[in-house]
């Protein structure tokens, strides 16, 4: 059932089409019934003249004045939809249903947001422009820069040898990206006269990362050691060292520039103290089989491990001390990433699920979503946390919207937050007021 945001026409599901009732008289509208049969959920675009109604895997739009079809349906859901809502400006459609994957449409062209297919095969890395607009894709043998809402390619493909990782500078101005035989290579993401420069390890590289000032690049891989380069010059700083001979699989750094923390294959999570790079910390518990996953959140006071067996734990950095054991994923976890304010995880595993948990709270916060056809190797939130970017072994990029910001958007629309047998309805996990500057529900 909706109402439009005029408030002088209801629609109602019977089952098999969408009837529609006029306010406040009762009567049957004209047209009176519209959609197709099967049809489980509805929703009014803001206009108020247009509905979209949901059958089986697809969406469609449908005018309300004529009762006619307005262009092609929505597709790609892999299992039956359930749920539909609009933006408040009507520019993009959100459906969700059995295969627990939130979908962003942009009404326009029918096409979802951020949905970029990778024809490179084998995807290894992906990151996130800080204007939001771009995205790196690190796949089989090279690196491209794509449009981060059409997929259209807009720098490269640049070849690499195997494996790749990839990383903007915090200005956007430069890409960093390294493979599997040692190489790093530091290039600026527009076209210029500029030549790349190539920096080396002399070992398999897996994860690499800027310091927040944008001064330093950080590489780690095989040999279990960070290595740093002034970015102005290019010249070595400095190696971040520790006693564990195992490979590191990860690599994150402080937002604040405080700390780097490094992810080993068969070990603990390694501290390093910045500028300077000495080791203060070494994070584990008894049992650890390895790290495999890393990020801090953006206050830099807390850091996310993914591990072999499955878990994921949120540290305390100055306390050592575990704040959070988030259990959901059957295997390896391969990625986490911070939305910007902190207030949401997501983590992605071999099991082709992500998983978004409310870290304060230790907390899933929805259902896992499934459907990306392979192991999650990449996550990166859109800059303003309305997006998640899943990147899975297969190729492919896909943009998800965020269930927090929607559950956000639906009590700034009431003016206070969700009731409790609202937030049973409608979400999942333990109650929680998602709007603190609006008053409770008074049931």
Same mark, same amino acid.
């Given at each position: 059932?909706?109402?439009? /945001?005029?408030? $002088?026409?209801?629609?109602?599901?019977?089952?098999?089409?969408?009837?529609?009732?006029?306010?406040?008289?009762?009567?049957?509208?004209?047209?009176?019934?519209?959609?197709?049969? $099967?049809?489980?959920?509805?929703?009014?675009?803001?206009?108020?003249? %247009?509905?979209?109604?949901?059958?089986?895997?697809?969406?469609?739009?449908?005018?309300?004045?004529? &009762?006619?079809?307005?262009?092609?349906?929505?597709?790609?859901? =892999?299992?039956?939809?359930?749920?539909?809502?609009?933006?408040?400006?009507?520019?993009?459609?959100?459906?969700?249903?059995?295969?627990?994957?939130? +979908?962003?449409?942009?009404?326009?062209? *029918?096409?979802?947001?951020?949905?970029?297919?990778?024809? =490179?095969?084998?995807?290894?890395?992906?990151?996130?422009?800080?204007?939001?607009?771009?995205?790196?894709?690190?796949?089989?043998?090279?690196? @491209?820069?794509?449009?981060?809402?059409?997929?259209?390619?807009?720098?490269?493909?640049?070849? #690499?040898?195997?494996?790749?990782?990839?990383?903007?500078?915090?200005?956007? /101005?430069?890409?960093?990206?390294?493979?599997?035989?040692?190489?790093?290579?530091?290039?600026?993401?527009?076209?210029?006269?500029?030549?790349?420069?190539?920096?080396?390890?002399?070992?398999?590289?897996?994860?690499?990362?800027?310091?927040?000032?944008?001064? %330093?690049?950080?590489?780690?891989?095989?040999?279990?050691?960070?290595? /740093?380069?002034?970015?102005?010059?290019?010249?070595?700083?400095?190696?971040?060292?520790? *006693?564990?001979?195992? &490979?590191? @699989? $990860?690599?994150?750094?402080?937002?604040?520039?405080?700390?780097?923390?490094?992810?080993?294959?068969?070990?603990?999570?390694?501290?390093?103290?910045?500028?300077?790079?000495?080791?203060?910390?070494?994070?584990?518990?008894? &049992?650890?089989? &390895?790290? #495999?996953?890393?990020?801090?959140?953006?206050?830099?006071?807390?850091?996310?491990?993914?591990?072999?067996?499955?878990?994921? +734990?949120? !540290?305390?950095?100055? @306390?050592?001390?575990? %704040?959070?054991?988030?259990?959901?994923?059957?295997? !390896?976890?391969?990625?986490?990433?911070?939305?910007?304010?902190?207030?949401?995880?997501?983590?992605?595993?071999?099991?082709? /699920?992500?998983?978004? !948990?409310?870290?304060?709270?230790?907390?899933?916060?929805?259902?896992?979503?499934?459907?990306?056809?392979? @192991?999650?190797?990449?996550?990166?939130?859109?800059?303003?946390?309305?997006?998640?970017?899943?990147?899975? *072994?297969?190729?492919?990029?896909?943009?998800?919207?965020?269930?927090?910001? !929607?559950?956000?958007?639906?009590?700034?629309?009431?003016?206070?937050?969700?009731?409790?047998?609202?937030?049973?309805?409608?979400?999942?996990?333990?109650?929680?007021?998602?709007?603190?500057?609006?008053?409770?529900?008074?049931?």
């Amino acid at each position: 059932m909706a109402v439009n /945001s005029s408030g $002088n026409l209801l629609a109602t599901v019977d089952g098999d089409f969408v009837r529609l009732w006029d306010l406040p008289s009762g009567r049957p509208h004209q047209p009176a019934r519209i959609g197709m049969r $099967n049809v489980d959920a509805v929703a009014f675009a803001p206009d108020g003249r %247009t509905i979209a109604t949901a059958s089986w895997k697809d969406a469609q739009l449908w005018d309300t004045a004529t &009762g006619r079809v307005v262009g092609v349906p929505f597709t790609g859901s =892999t299992d039956y939809l359930l749920a539909l809502a609009f933006s408040p400006d009507g520019r993009h459609l959100v459906t969700g249903g059995a295969d627990h994957v939130p +979908r962003i449409f942009d009404v326009a062209v *029918r096409q979802p947001v951020g949905h970029v297919v990778v024809d =490179t095969g084998y995807l290894y890395d992906l990151a996130v422009a800080p204007t939001g607009r771009t995205l790196a894709v690190a796949a089989s043998g090279q690196v @491209s820069v794509r449009d981060r809402s059409t997929g259209k390619l807009l720098a490269g493909p640049w070849p #690499t040898a195997g494996g790749t990782t990839v990383a903007y500078s915090p200005d956007g /101005s430069l890409l960093a990206f390294a493979d599997s035989r040692g190489a790093v290579r530091l290039r600026p993401v527009a076209a210029t006269s500029e030549a790349a420069r190539d920096l080396h390890t002399g070992f398999d590289v897996y994860a690499i990362a800027f310091s927040p000032d944008g001064r %330093t690049l950080l590489a780690a891989g095989f040999d279990g050691v960070v290595h /740093s380069w002034d970015v102005a010059t290019g010249r070595p700083d400095p190696d971040l060292k520790s *006693r564990d001979d195992h &490979g590191i @699989s $990860n690599l994150a750094v402080d937002p604040t520039g405080r700390y780097v923390a490094g992810a080993y294959l068969d070990g603990p999570l390694k501290l390093w103290k910045l500028p300077g790079g000495r080791l203060i910390s070494s994070l584990s518990r008894a &049992g650890d089989k &390895g790290s #495999t996953a890393v990020a801090f959140a953006p206050d830099g006071r807390h850091l996310a491990q993914g591990t072999s067996e499955g878990a994921v +734990r949120v !540290w305390d950095v100055r @306390s050592g001390a575990v %704040t959070c054991v988030l259990k959901g994923h059957k295997s !390896w976890v391969r990625s986490a990433a911070f939305t910007p304010t902190g207030s949401l995880l997501a983590t992605g595993a071999d099991d082709g /699920s992500v998983q978004l !948990w409310d870290p304060a709270a230790c907390t899933l916060v929805g259902a896992p979503m499934s459907g990306f056809g392979d @192991s999650i190797n990449a996550l990166a939130f859109a800059p303003d946390g309305q997006e998640l970017l899943v990147g899975s *072994r297969n190729g492919t990029v896909r943009g998800v919207a965020v269930p927090d910001q !929607w559950l956000r958007q639906a009590c700034e629309l009431a003016r206070r937050n969700l009731s409790r047998s609202e937030w049973a309805q409608y979400a999942v996990g333990a109650y929680r007021r998602t709007c603190p500057q609006w008053p409770a529900a008074t049931k």
